[in-house]
């Protein structure tokens, strides 16, 4: 998957940081969001589909802390913590609220791109949502992953593996725009060399699953010209 379809978040109160890691990640094809503070960060996820975040620690306001807390409550998008705190326990507690990993600074470009790009990897292969049991429309939809069955109106509905690692991935990112190149990789792989429009089809038969009506769905809607999102309360 190219790196244009991914947005990178850089956060820091460090002028020169935020420039030149903001530089590094549009050098490597990434649409980039930069914030030098927490409160924009967090309005800047908030309006935007943010693929993973590079979040310092330490800032004034609204801390990094609090900022990865606030990120964790509604996504696992992948998290990497820049800090210049070395202690074992900084560390942890860093990793506890809900950072993937975290890089001590000053630091190398090249170990943090690296970091990036086996982030990105491992969030790809990991499709479990926050919870294991997750339901909405006041229980019209429940899916299970601990014991691998959905539920729609308290009757299973079967999926395809390739189906559930559709709306694995929608699930795991609410509200986060899907494009169909994105979709195909999570669920076809990247050696996947058919029609773009095939993840149509999937998409059609989950709706014809899991909606009263497929044609006006309430759950995978589409945005048009860019792709897939879920939309369950």
Same mark, same amino acid.
């Given at each position: 998957?190219r790196n244009?379809?991914k947005s990178?978040l850089?956060?820091d109160?460090?002028?020169?940081?935020?420039?030149?890691?903001?530089?590094?990640?549009?050098?490597?094809?990434?649409?980039?969001?930069s &914030?030098?503070?927490?409160? =924009?960060?967090?309005d800047i996820f908030n309006?935007?589909?943010?693929? !993973?975040v590079?979040?310092?620690l330490?800032?004034p306001?609204?801390?990094?802390?609090?900022?990865?807390?606030?990120?964790r409550k $509604?996504?696992?998008?992948?998290?990497?913590? !820049?800090t210049?705190k070395v202690e074992?326990e900084?560390v942890v507690?860093g990793?506890e609220i809900g950072? /993937?990993? @975290?890089?001590?600074?000053?630091?190398? %470009?090249? =170990?943090?791109y &690296?970091r990036v =790009?086996?982030?990105l990897?491992?969030?790809?292969?990991? %499709?479990i *949502?926050?919870?294991?049991? #997750?339901?909405?429309? #006041?229980?019209?939809?429940?899916?299970?992953?601990k +014991?691998?069955?959905l539920? $729609? +109106?308290?009757?299973v509905?079967? !999926?395809? *593996?390739?189906?559930? $690692?559709?709306?694995?991935?929608?699930? $795991?990112y609410p509200?986060?725009?899907f494009t169909r190149?994105?979709?195909?990789?999570?669920a076809l792989g /990247?050696d996947?060399?058919g @029609? /773009?429009?095939?993840?149509d089809?999937h998409?059609?038969?989950?709706?014809?699953?899991? =909606? /009263?009506?497929?044609?006006?769905p309430? @759950?995978?809607?589409?945005v048009h010209?860019?792709? @897939?999102k879920?939309g369950?309360?």
């Open positions: 998957m244009e379809n990178i850089v956060v109160d460090e002028p020169k940081i935020l420039e030149v890691v903001s530089a590094l990640m549009t050098s490597k094809g990434f649409r980039v969001f &914030a030098d503070n927490g409160e =924009e960060a967090l309006r935007q589909n943010i693929t !993973l590079i979040l310092d330490m800032m306001g609204i801390t990094g802390e609090e900022v990865c807390a606030q990120i $509604k996504s696992r998008v992948p998290i990497i913590m !820049l210049a074992e900084d507690q990793l950072a /993937d990993d @975290y890089i001590t600074k000053p630091f190398g %470009l090249k =170990e943090l &690296a =790009e086996a982030l990897r491992r969030s790809r292969d990991d %499709l *949502p926050l919870t294991l049991r #997750n339901s909405w429309n #006041n229980g019209d939809l429940v899916v299970d992953f +014991k691998g069955i539920l $729609k +109106k308290n009757v509905a079967v !999926l395809t *593996p390739t189906e559930m $690692k559709i709306l694995s991935a929608l699930l $795991k509200g986060k725009v190149e994105e979709l195909i990789i999570i /990247d996947f060399d @029609y /773009d429009r095939a993840i089809s998409i059609k038969n989950i709706r014809q699953k899991i =909606e /009263d009506d497929p044609k006006n309430v @759950y995978i809607l589409t010209g860019l792709g @897939y879920f369950g309360e």
